[in-house]
């Protein structure tokens, strides 16, 4: 029996169909139709082979006739792994529009210590990026909101996972992401339908997304002050630059309202035949290099603010030790004269010293005192005239 090589219609998988056959079964998406023994026209093919930067077969999708595409960054959700995580945006001739974002790695982070809660933190010294984790609930309207804005009355409610697309492409990303996070996953999927006003206008629409996550969560990095101050100054050495949980996809479709359910169909084709071509992850290794060099110089720079950190705590610490050395020899010379002036004051006397520093001691009656030899003479206002022989000894205060 002679087969003849076909792509699937829906999801561009390749197929051998027996000769004389007139309908086929696509073992990867499920989709079934008829084949035509003579075409009088060509027939629309409307999975496309996308072509990015001068990359070949960079994505594959599903385009759906007299709609435009383009490639569009994900600036919202920007992988650890891959800076390069550029996303689908599909547009119909009536205002629908579908969205893919791909998958992305991210490290659960909220920096701590300056009460800052945000989802998204860059590290600019590492070039590690991080992105809070969340559960699905959360995620979905908060990525519903990343993506088409500021939103009011926005309601979701689960959708059809039509012959479980959804829940495969799930599946391998978590067995991908056990490899990528070294270590068991917990993970969910969900499609959802959703309905919301912007700018005063109803929309409606699908969502699909799948999140995986490391089962025991690290320790938060954050919340506390110290922390804070260190992350910042540099004295931490290198980040862990370490992944624990990550996003499979992001498919969305968005349509006026009322209008959703029309493409249903068309969301679950564009949800099977999207998928990575090889130019996709060569992309992302030149990043995974590109982000290891950042972290190499990161790292020596946070060596090297560590080592000036020690350096100049050393040194305060030295200055800090003479301060208070000096200042125990200054109390102590306090607490000596105290001791000698309450003695003085007990015996009712006062000290003097020669030239020479030797003290003696006289009654507190005498201001003045005068020496000459081992004689001393003392005097009340110091009016008394005894030659040059004699000479003034000094109060010690």
């Given at each position: 029996?002679?087969?003849?090589?076909?792509?699937?219609?829906s999801?561009?998988a390749?197929?051998?169909?027996?000769?004389?056959?007139?309908?086929?079964?696509?073992?990867?998406?499920?989709?079934?139709?008829?084949?035509?023994?003579?075409?009088?026209?060509p027939?629309?093919?409307?999975?496309?082979?996308?072509?990015?930067?001068g990359?070949?077969?960079?994505?594959?999708?599903?385009?759906?006739?007299?709609?435009?595409?383009?490639?569009?960054e994900?600036?919202?959700?920007?992988?650890?792994?891959?800076?390069?995580?550029?996303?689908?945006?599909?547009?119909?001739?009536?205002?629908?529009q579908?969205?893919?974002?791909?998958?992305?790695?991210?490290?659960?982070?909220?920096?701590?210590?300056?009460?800052?809660?945000?989802?998204?933190?860059?590290?600019?010294?590492?070039?590690?990026?991080?992105?809070?984790?969340?559960?699905?609930?959360?995620?979905?309207?908060?990525?519903?909101?990343?993506?088409?804005?500021?939103?009011?009355?926005?309601?979701?409610?689960?959708?059809?996972?039509?012959?479980?697309?959804?829940?495969?492409?799930?599946?391998?990303?978590?067995?991908?992401?056990?490899?990528v996070?070294?270590?068991?996953?917990?993970?969910?999927?969900?499609?959802?339908?959703?309905?919301?006003?912007?700018?005063?206008?109803?929309?409606?629409?699908?969502?699909?997304?799948?999140?995986?996550?490391?089962?025991?969560?690290?320790?938060?990095?954050?919340?506390?002050?110290l922390?804070?101050?260190?992350?910042?100054?540099?004295?931490?050495?290198?980040?862990?630059?370490?992944?624990?949980?990550?996003?499979?996809?992001?498919?969305?479709?968005?349509?006026?309202?009322?209008?959703?359910?029309?493409?249903?169909?068309?969301?679950?084709?564009?949800?099977?035949?999207?998928?990575?071509?090889?130019?996709?992850?060569?992309?992302?290794?030149?990043?995974?290099?590109?982000?290891?060099?950042?972290?190499?110089?990161?790292?020596?720079?946070?060596?090297?603010?560590?080592?000036?950190?020690?350096?100049?705590?050393?040194?305060?610490?030295?200055?800090?030790?003479?301060?208070?050395?000096?200042?125990?020899?200054?109390?102590?010379?306090?607490?000596?004269?105290?001791?000698?002036?309450?003695?003085?004051?007990?015996?009712?006397?006062n000290?003097y010293?020669?030239?020479?520093?030797?003290?003696?001691?006289?009654?507190?009656?005498?201001?003045?005192v005068?020496?000459?030899?081992?004689?001393?003479?003392?005097?009340?206002?110091?009016?008394?005239?005894?030659g040059?022989?004699?000479?003034?000894?000094?109060?010690?205060?």
């Amino acid at each position: 029996m002679d087969f003849t090589e076909v792509k699937c219609r829906s999801c561009g998988a390749a197929m051998r169909v027996p000769d004389g056959a007139t309908r086929v079964r696509c073992n990867y998406c499920g989709t079934e139709y008829a084949l035509s023994a003579k075409r009088q026209a060509p027939e629309y093919n409307p999975v496309k082979t996308i072509r990015y930067k001068g990359r070949e077969e960079y994505l594959y999708t599903y385009l759906p006739q007299n709609w435009t595409l383009r490639v569009i960054e994900d600036s919202q959700s920007f992988s650890m792994y891959a800076a390069v995580c550029n996303g689908l945006r599909l547009d119909s001739p009536d205002h629908a529009q579908m969205l893919f974002y791909p998958f992305a790695y991210f490290q659960d982070f909220t920096p701590g210590g300056f009460g800052i809660r945000q989802n998204y933190y860059l590290d600019g010294l590492s070039g590690t990026r991080y992105r809070r984790r969340v559960d699905m609930g959360p995620y979905l309207s908060e990525r519903l909101q990343e993506l088409f804005g500021e939103l009011h009355n926005l309601r979701l409610e689960p959708a059809d996972d039509k012959n479980g697309v959804i829940r495969r492409r799930a599946d391998m990303f978590s067995r991908d992401a056990e490899k990528v996070l070294g270590g068991a996953t917990v993970g969910n999927y969900a499609k959802v339908k959703f309905s919301f006003l912007r700018n005063g206008s109803p929309y409606s629409g699908f969502f699909a997304t799948a999140l995986t996550g490391l089962r025991q969560r690290p320790r938060s990095q954050g919340g506390d002050f110290l922390q804070g101050l260190l992350n910042l100054g540099g004295m931490m050495g290198m980040p862990a630059a370490k992944a624990d949980w990550g996003r499979a996809f992001d498919f969305a479709l968005l349509a006026p309202a009322g209008s959703a359910d029309r493409y249903a169909d068309v969301f679950d084709s564009f949800c099977t035949a999207t998928r990575y071509g090889q130019s996709y992850y060569d992309m992302q290794n030149e990043e995974v290099q590109n982000v290891r060099q950042i972290q190499l110089q990161g790292a020596q720079y946070r060596q090297q603010n560590a080592i000036n950190a020690q350096r100049q705590l050393h040194c305060t610490m030295s200055e800090t030790t003479d301060i208070i050395n000096s200042g125990y020899e200054e109390r102590s010379r306090v607490m000596d004269r105290m001791d000698r002036k309450y003695s003085e004051a007990v015996r009712g006397v006062n000290t003097y010293t020669d030239a020479s520093g030797r003290e003696f001691q006289a009654n507190v009656g005498y201001d003045h005192v005068y020496q000459r030899g081992s004689t001393f003479v003392g005097s009340k206002d110091g009016g008394v005239d005894l030659g040059p022989d004699w000479q003034e000894l000094k109060r010690k205060d």
